[in-house]
Nanobody, 125 residues
Framework: VQLQASGGGLVQAGDSLRLSCAAS????????VGWFRQAPGREREFVGS????????YFADSVKGRFTISRDNAKNTVYLQMNSLKIEDTAVYYC???????????????????WGQGTQVTVSS
């Protein structure tokens, strides 16, 4: 699976932004997808995930209630909708995928097999 993350940019605090993770190469609906982010000088941080097919989701506490994840299996794309953005959301955002056989939305400990390149999100005051 090849992943392509896009949609990053420069926004102001309180704004919204939608990131996309487009996949090619396999039947993407069978893959769980996770979103991660990494700010300068910090470790990579789990943001949220969506399960295969039906799309159960799981979010880190830091983004719960502000971010949502959805998937359009016909387009082989997963979206990260980010609302009420904060300065501390500034980071490079990555999507990752793993073939899944169950329907759970996994937390940060799932080992993903495929990673996309990052897309920069910068939130200014």
């Amino acid at each position: 699976v090849q992943l392509q993350a896009s949609g990053g940019g420069l926004v102001q605090a309180g704004d919204s932004l939608r990131l996309s993770c487009a996949a090619s190469g396999r039947t993407f609906s069978n893959y769980a997808v996770g979103w991660f982010r990494q700010a300068p000088g910090r470790e990579r941080e789990f943001v949220g995930s969506i399960s295969r097919s039906v799309g159960n989701t799981y979010f880190a506490d830091s983004v719960k209630g502000r971010f949502t994840i959805s998937r359009d299996n016909a387009k082989n794309t997963v979206y990260l909708q980010m609302n009420s953005l904060k300065i501390e959301d500034t980071a490079v955002y990555y999507c990752a995928a793993k073939y899944q056989t169950d329907w759970r939305a996994y937390g940060p400990n799932l080992r993903y097999d495929y990673w996309g390149q990052g897309t920069q999100v910068t939130v200014s005051s």
